[in-house]
Nanobody
């Protein structure tokens, strides 16, 4: 069992930056790939970024490439999402998720956090 707790959301102006963090419980954090998803009001949950067990492989949605960076610190059981050049369309609840196998779709995730709200004002 893995429990995930996101933090770092908030209100920011367009062009600004935020860093989200997702802390995981347990001693097997490095056994999981970690993924950030987001869900805007009235829309489906979508992939933002994913990172493999050691951090050697990453993947990004086209909409965030060049602006967001995913990273992880296995010693701290934490995955991060650095978000720069934020746009109003980045407004959403951001969720972190863990999966035993490499995956970038909602249905393949094994554990979910409760989410943290990011609001970008224009």
């Amino acid at each position: 069992q893995v429990q995930l707790v996101e933090s770092g959301g908030g209100l920011v102006q367009a062009g600004g930056s935020l860093r989200l963090a997702c802390a995981a419980s347990g001693r097997t954090f490095s056994s999981y790939c970690m993924t950030w998803f987001r869900q805007a009001p009235g829309k489906e949950r979508e992939l933002v970024a994913a990172i493999s067990w050691s951090g050697a492989s990453v993947a990004y949605a086209d909409s965030v490439k060049g602006r967001f960076t995913i990273s992880r610190d296995n010693a701290k059981n934490t995955v991060y999402l650095q978000m720069n050049s934020l746009k109003p369309e980045d407004t959403a609840v951001y969720y972190c998720a863990a999966s035993v196998k490499w995956a970038t779709v909602v249905a393949r995730m094994d554990y979910w956090g409760e989410g943290t709200l990011v609001t970008v004002s224009s």
